[in-house]
């Protein structure tokens, strides 16, 4: 990988790019910490850190944006607004047909999916912004400029709401820059500057917890299970089931096509973190709603009914695993279809060995997807609820969730991978001239 990098940085054009992405994490870093008007900074750090809300939704939030919630900050909602917005938009190609074959038009039909995603982006962003608000004035986390007089009550709430959905809007607008003229998919490479700078905090906090308290078997465990997970993943983002495929011979003229045996590769992670970000988003509806009843409504049946789903309690990993494998099966069944992948295949006269083409085809494609799907949501659920399960039993402080680490090893794995195609097109191309 360094040596790609430096490959990469001899090449201008290349070197220009990478500068550029650079340019912009320092942008998104820079928003991270700028406050919004009108918060308790102090406060709202110590309930986002403390018991309060450090194994809270907003707390696991506070990951992906590299710290910026945790201050209020106008970058406090991250690319989670577009996230989801890219989500429902996907989504909705399959439950509107019309929005279906604009995605199927090419680049102007992409256009305009991109275009109703923005829009997406802003609304949720202003929904999210204003459930963000309600929780800082049910949590007593408002200055008292903001909470005296119906004017300026009225006037920080809409101060802080808009402020959100501006940050939204200008990560998104971030995000699409780097896809323009950075390195690697934009929106990815945000969320892993926003993880990747938590990792100076935890090293820190690691080494406090191996000198101060010398807790030397917890570090030194905590250490060797971030490795061990992130060679497993490494491992399990490349592995794939190799679906052999025996194209017949045909003759064209005078020359003769075809003939050759290749396979069909199907990725054992195909739907990479989306079944984790579908199963976190909607169990974080209980946090959100006991969040908006605020702490002085804990004595009623309903709080104490959504407490019990709480991020550390053994409810929500059991129903986190579960949704995460149906998600996995979800997400597959919108993205592939076994029917269209065998006839695409009797098209270009190809076919699986010992299996007859059309509809048996299909079966057997179908019954391929459904184990392999099988092996990588269990895989997705095991690096999910990891850090709780190890947390509950050893007592072993992993300072990044293996959801952070997944997105880090799959970013870092894209972006070198782009280089490498970015510097081979380059190679050729100067070939040829």
Request: proline share 4%; aromatic share 12%; hydrophobic share 50%.
């Amino acid at each position: 990988m360094f040596e790609t990098f430096r490959n990469a940085w001899k090449i201008p054009d290349l070197r220009k790019k990478i500068l550029f992405t650079l340019f912009i994490i320092i942008v998104f870093r820079v928003g991270s910490i700028i406050p919004v008007p009108f918060i308790d900074t102090g406060a709202l750090k110590t309930a986002m850190t403390g018991a309060a809300g450090g194994g809270g939704f907003f707390g696991y939030l506070s990951v992906f944006t590299g710290g910026a919630m945790d201050y209020g900050a106008v970058f406090a909602m991250g690319v989670s607004p577009y996230i989801t917005a890219s989500i429902i938009m996907q989504l909705l190609q399959v439950a509107i047909p019309a929005l279906g074959r604009l995605a199927k038009e090419g680049e102007e039909g992409q256009k305009k999916i991109a275009k109703y995603s923005r829009f997406a982006t802003v609304i949720l962003g202003l929904i999210q912004g204003t459930a963000f608000y309600f929780y800082l004035k049910n949590s007593t986390l408002l200055l008292a400029d903001a909470t005296t007089g119906m004017f300026s009550t009225i006037f920080a709430a809409v101060v802080i709401v808009l402020c959100f959905t501006a940050g939204s809007a200008v990560v998104m607008w971030l995000g699409e820059q780097v896809d323009k003229s950075g390195i690697g998919n934009g929106i990815s490479i945000i969320l892993f500057a926003g993880i990747i700078s938590r990792v100076p905090q935890g090293a820190a906090y690691l080494w406090e917890l191996f000198v101060g308290a010398r807790q030397y078997i917890q570090v030194i465990g905590a250490l060797l299970i971030m490795l061990a997970v992130i060679v497993f993943i490494v491992f399990m983002t490349a592995a794939e089931r190799r679906i052999p495929v025996q194209y017949a011979k045909r003759v064209v003229g005078r020359k003769m096509y075809g003939g050759q045996s290749t396979h069909m590769p199907i990725k054992v992670n195909m739907s990479g973190v989306m079944p984790i970000i579908f199963a976190s988003s909607i169990l974080a509806i209980p946090s959100t709603v006991t969040s908006f009843m605020g702490t002085g409504s804990a004595n009623s049946t309903i709080y104490k009914l959504l407490s019990q789903l709480s991020f550390t309690s053994p409810a929500y990993t059991v129903l986190y695993l579960l949704f995460i494998i149906g998600f996995a099966y979800f997400y597959v069944t919108i993205q592939y279809d076994p029917i269209e992948m065998a006839n695409n295949l009797r098209k270009n006269s190809g076919a699986v060995p010992g299996i007859r083409p059309g509809k048996p085809t299909s079966e057997y494609i179908k019954k391929i997807l459904g184990r392999v799907t099988l092996i990588g949501a269990l895989f997705l659920g095991v690096i999910a609820v990891l850090p709780t399960i190890v947390g509950a039993i050893g007592n072993i402080p992993l300072t990044l969730g293996g959801t952070s680490v997944l997105i880090v090893v799959g970013v870092a794995q894209e972006t070198v991978q782009q280089i490498e195609s970015q510097m081979l097109m380059r190679h050729y191309k100067g070939f040829l001239e």
